[in-house]
């Protein structure tokens, strides 16, 4: 069986070719400022995911599944939703840290309760929020984001 990573890598070589036939500048430019932009991103993602995996590995995954796992109940929803609220990482790496919770023993709920957070409430970015939307704007968003954040988990643990 063929991998979608597979797949996905052959069309965007033939697309990158058929490119570069139609407009041989733009493609060659496209790709400087795609070169470009995966190198600025690079090191910031490596430290990222050194940083997870290293915090992955040093949890026990007992640690894991007492306070992320079915036995969890509404405390393990809270602290997941607390520190997505918290957790600055950017989204393209939460996947991969989603995908390693639940292969460690943490639930559907609990994971998707963090994911959303992590996207919807921002703690961190909080004053800058607060300065250009204003104190009132900022808390009303990420109040209103939390809370719906937790009822997204919720509802996900139902389905699956």
Avoid: C, H
Avoid at 1 to 13: K, T, Y
Avoid at 57 to 82: D, E, F, H, M, R
Avoid at 118 to 137: D, H, N, Q, R, S
């Amino acid at each position: 069986m063929i991998n979608n990573a597979v797949i996905f890598m052959v069309v965007s070589i033939v697309l990158t070719f058929v490119s570069f036939l139609l407009d041989k500048k733009k493609t060659i430019a496209g790709l400087r400022k795609g070169l470009k932009m995966f190198k600025a991103i690079a090191v910031p993602f490596l430290n990222i995911l050194i940083l997870v995996s290293l915090a992955l590995y040093l949890i026990p995954q007992a640690l894991i599944i007492k306070y992320l796992g079915v036995n969890s109940g509404i405390w393990g929803l809270t602290l997941a939703a607390v520190i997505g609220s918290i957790a600055a990482i950017p989204g393209f790496i939460s996947y991969p840290i989603a995908a390693t919770l639940i292969g460690q023993g943490a639930t559907y709920t609990t994971v998707a309760t963090f994911m959303t957070t992590l996207m919807m409430v921002g703690i961190v970015t909080f004053p800058l929020e607060a300065k250009y939307f204003g104190k009132k704007v900022a808390a009303l968003r990420n109040g209103s984001n939390f809370i719906a954040a937790i009822i997204i988990g919720l509802f996900i643990g139902l389905l699956l």
